[in-house]
């Protein structure tokens, strides 16, 4: 009886797993980008970052549904606290707070068409693609009311300050097998590790997908007097305090030449 159990379960299993090892390996993503380290200097402006890449296969193209492609580039994710203010006696004061665990500083969806055909609700929770599922609060008091609004101002803020975005039908899919877009990225970035995915569905569901990474830094000047302001506090601002006096004394020394003339 045991060996007629494990010779089914045995059975069962080679039938499942060269399945779901075919399935995976059916389709996967060779990526490339124009650049994978963006730095961050007195003159930047911005940058537009192009990701490019190529389907795999080991079988012919599917002939069911049409392959889709989700781009996303998502920046460093600390918490952040919303506080909700009311006006009282003619002040306005803070008289809610909610901790938002987790809100990208950055974060830009592309897509080959429209997000609501490429990608089912069940694979958005699993993988957590849309703006609105980046987005995690860890939860709020039970007085509070309207919890969930607070992540939604941090969605609207961001959105409208360009940090959030939904780029839908800006991934060109040449033959489904070749793909690229350009995700632009404001000059008010955030130093750190930005996560790039990519996401290959058929019918909303993810049947690859692949993540790297684009390293955003300070260089120069900008990296000298950030480092000194957090690893030599007193130096930085005596610093700033000669640069200010220095900038006094010439500003009135120039009005005392004009004056004269």
Do not use: C
């Not at 490019?52 to 049409?66: C, L, M, N």
């Not at 781009?71 to 008289?95: D, F, Q």
Request: net charge negative.
């Amino acid at each position: 009886m045991r060996k007629l159990i494990i010779s089914t379960l045995t059975a069962a299993a080679l039938l499942l797993l060269p399945q779901s090892a075919a399935q995976a390996a059916k389709e996967e993503v060779v990526l490339g980008l124009s650049q994978d380290r963006v730095a961050i200097t007195a003159t930047f402006d911005g940058s537009e970052i192009l990701i490019f890449g190529a389907v795999k296969r080991e079988t012919p193209i599917p002939s069911e549904d049409p392959l889709e492609v989700i781009v996303t580039v998502s920046g460093p994710a600390p918490a952040v606290m919303v506080r909700r203010k009311e006006k009282k006696l003619g002040i306005w004061v803070n008289v809610d707070s909610v901790l938002v665990d987790s809100a990208p500083a950055f974060y830009a969806v592309a897509t080959s068409a429209p997000f609501d055909q490429v990608l089912t609700d069940t694979e958005d929770l699993r993988f957590r693609v849309s703006i609105e599922r980046a987005i995690r609060s860890v939860g709020a008091a039970m007085h509070i009311r309207g919890a969930q609004s607070f992540a939604d101002a941090v969605v609207r803020i961001r959105e409208d300050n360009g940090l959030y975005s939904l780029r839908e039908n800006t991934v060109a899919v040449d033959e489904q097998t070749l793909f690229r877009t350009a995700i632009e990225m404001p000059a008010d970035l955030t130093e750190g590790d930005y996560q790039t995915r990519i996401f290959l569905t058929r019918g909303g569901e993810v049947v690859s997908s692949y993540e790297t990474t684009i390293d955003v830094r300070k260089v120069g000047l900008e990296r000298f007097l950030f480092s000194m302001s957090r690893e030599q506090p007193f130096l930085y601002g005596l610093m700033a305090l000669a640069i200010a006096i220095a900038s006094g004394w010439g500003a009135s020394a120039a009005f005392s030449l004009l004056r004269n003339r």
